[in-house]
Nanobody
Framework: QVQLVESGGGLAQPGGSLRLSCAAS????????MNWVRQASGKGLEWVSGIYSEGDYAYYADSVKGRFTISRDDTRNSVDLQMVSLKPEDTAVYYC??????????WGQGTQVTVSS
């Protein structure tokens, strides 16, 4: 049974930081590209960051570049998103995504991040 479980969301002040974690199970984690995708209330999905299966290349949306850092630990089957210098516009539900192919694409249940003073 495939599971992706996000944690670490919550309330942060503007300029603050949060660290999201995603624990994976039920599939060959090391073979999958991992992504973080977010959805603000009333808006569509926005891809935030991704990291290749080899873990040697990470990439970011322009809106978070320089503020967010993605990392993965294939020994623990986990992927993290360190977020600093948070802005109110970062408020969203953040989803962990595992992608290998069109037919091997998995999502977590999401974790809420709220940035507000």
């Amino acid at each position: 049974q495939v599971q992706l479980v996000e944690s670490g969301g919550g309330l942060a002040q503007p300029g603050g930081s949060l660290r999201l974690s995603c624990a994976a199970s039920g599939f060959s984690f090391g073979e999958y590209n991992m992504n973080w995708v977010r959805q603000a209330s009333g808006k569509g999905l926005e891809w935030v960051s991704g990291i290749y299966s080899e873990g040697d290349y990470a990439y970011y949306a322009d809106s978070v570049k320089g503020r967010f850092t993605i990392s993965r630990d294939d020994t623990r089957n986990s992927v993290d998103l360190q977020m600093v210098s948070l802005k109110p516009e970062d408020t969203a539900v953040y989803y962990c995504n595992a992608h290998w192919s069109e037919y091997n694409d998995y999502w977590g249940q999401g974790t809420q991040v709220t940035v507000s003073s």
